[in-house]
């Protein structure tokens, strides 16, 4: 990659800064970051505000290529990018613009127990979901599906496992298009992504994904918590987590099958990481299709773990799940690419919305949110690190406006892996966190040494910049007191 | 005339994942330091020594871009390492060229007791992907993605 010249950002407002078009060749979209002047300051040391200029390039992009606050440089696409193409107007699909983990996201499921009733029985409780929900490098799921079994459940996502018996029927409601895409197309995953995701459904993973209980800290608006059945002191559950290794390897598929589909459309691309299709050629429909279908992979995913997660209460706390009122808040997905319909110009218009390291948010109304919520907006779950505190936001009309419904979607990395480890040598991470009130486990001690609390973004900082920018607002602060990790 | 350049890698930072820098007098040479760059990044990874049963290996691309080549064998790797956990060792590369890539060995078991896997890699990504010339020899690097 050639060096180029410092990205110029212009401040539109506190939150707001335009890179123009003018900046580089080929743009045809000025970029827009959403930043307060602290987050933009550690934005601008990475490549981050480059590659927002890169993906302005693509072809058939509408209105912006924006970036959330907790922007970091990724493959092709920054993490925390958004950008929506428009297919009639020979708008793009890239996988680099939804990410290795399709469908990566993370679900809320609230309880009626108090941290008084948690606080005693944290470390039985901790134990016993590290035990059952499996975490971890290779770690295989209990729920083993056969191949003719997988291919229904990439076709019918979460629906398809709730039906199996892994979870209520409510669940489905209040996850995030229903927890399947119908557009999904299993014939499209290879037999090799098929082989990789054979038995991780229902599988945490490792990295940055994990399992905590969590007591909710702070409200700050308490007609919409009330609406998502969040109160003060109450426990929830948040699980983070994605496609497994069938989703990494449909990314895999595609970049190697899109290699020479830009030269033979004629796109010129600043980066080749941005590999594409238009979305109404063969071959952006079949990377759409098996993302899709990787995408409800990742949607039965957490709904399996969500289905041993009641059991692991109903266990520890001797009562159905059901008695314990573990009812699940919201799904979204924060790696995706979706067609989604937005007024533009004073046209409806269907667009290829990429959401890679975002998070969906649309605010009060909405016809795609359930009955329950459209009086307030869609929650909007913003995890942060694991000493600190996550976020549960709602959507606001900005956001439809601007963002194509978008937000941001957690902390964003401030240190890197190795720097993270070194900093936890002569340290113990394990026992600073429980001196901090929350009790974690990992597989490995590099899980929580490269995961530590300052290894991140205060995601408190992120939350208040979509805040001030009116995309998303506050609703309640949720603070970690049990994780598990791999 | 200066010393041979040794083959060699070592891991560098990256934000959110890990990179692999790797060095040798020729294209060939790269290959082997390549491969035990990418189980690095896995944590420490050690195949079962023989007589353990180990599956025959062979890998055949052609293309433009070397390092892409390089990317594609190391993807190949990681798939075996993922599903089967398998690791490749007795390293022969028959041709590196900027057009070929041709490499056999064997797929052993990894060891359980004496590795210790530390990472899920998802896939060795095309990000800063490049393989070079430089003073003595070539670089490589690779970043894959955590």
Known sequence: MSQKRPVPLERLDACRWRIPKSYQPGMRVDGLIYADDTLIADIQKDQAPAQVANVACLPGIVKHSLAMPDIH??????????????????????????????????????????RADIQPRIRELVDALFDTVPTG???????????ADLRKLLAGGSRYVVNEGFGWHEDLAVTEAGGCLDRARPEYVSDRALERGADQCGTLGSGNHFLEVQVVEEVVDPAAAAAFGLAEGQITVMIHSGSRGLGYQVCEDALKDLRDVPKRYGIALPDRQLVCAPVHSNEGQRYLGAMQAAANFAWANRQIMTHLTRQVFARVFERPAEALGLHLVYDVAHNIAKLETYEVDGRRRTLCVHRKGATRAFPAGHPELPERYRP???????????????????????????????????????????????????????????????????????????????????VSLVAEAVHRAGLSRKVARLRPLGVIKG | MGARM????????????????????????????????????????????????????????????????????????????DTRRRVLMDI?????????????GRLRPLDPEQSAPAREVKAVTYHALAVRPVAGGYEATFIVDI
Not at chain 1, 75 to 86: M, P, R, S
Not at chain 1, 137 to 147: E, I, M, N, P, T
Not at chain 1, 408 to 437: F, W, Y
């Open chain 1, 137 to 147: 490098v290779g770690r295989g799921g209990q729920v083993k599906f056969g191949r």
């Open chain 2, 92 to 104: 022969a590369v028959g041709e590196f060229s900027g057009v070929r890539l041709a490499v056999t």
């Open chain 1, 73 to 114: 440089w990724g493959y092709g696409f920054c993490i925390g990018g958004v950008a929506a193409t428009d297919p009639e107007e020979g708008g793009v699909i890239s996988p680099g613009g939804v990410g290795y983990d399709i469908n990566c996201g993370v679900r809320l499921i609230r309880t009626d127990l108090t």
């Open chain 2, 6 to 81: 040794e083959p060699a890698y070592e891991l560098f930072d990256h934000t959110a994942d890990l990179g692999v820098r790797v060095t040798a007098a020729t294209l060939p040479e790269l290959v082997p330091p390549a491969v035990a760059g990418l189980y690095a990044t896995l944590g420490h990874i050690v195949p079962q020594p023989a007589p353990a049963p180990a599956d025959d290996f062979a890998f055949d691309a052609t293309g433009d871009d070397p390092a892409v080549l390089l990317r594609d064998l190391l993807a190949e790797l990681l798939h075996h390492f």
């Open chain 1, 376 to 458: 307030v907006g869609q929650p909007v779950l913003v995890p942060g690190d694991m000493g600190r505190s996550s976020w549960v936001l709602v959507g606001n009309p900005a956001a439809l406006d601007e963002t194509f419904g978008s937000c941001c979607h957690g902390a964003g990395r401030v240190m890197s892996r190795s720097a993270a480890i070194r900093a936890a040598r002569g340290r113990s991470i394990h026992k600073e966190l429980l001196a901090r009130g929350v009790f974690a486990r990992a597989r490995e001690r590099t899980g929580l040494d490269e995961e530590q609390p300052d290894a991140y973004k205060d």
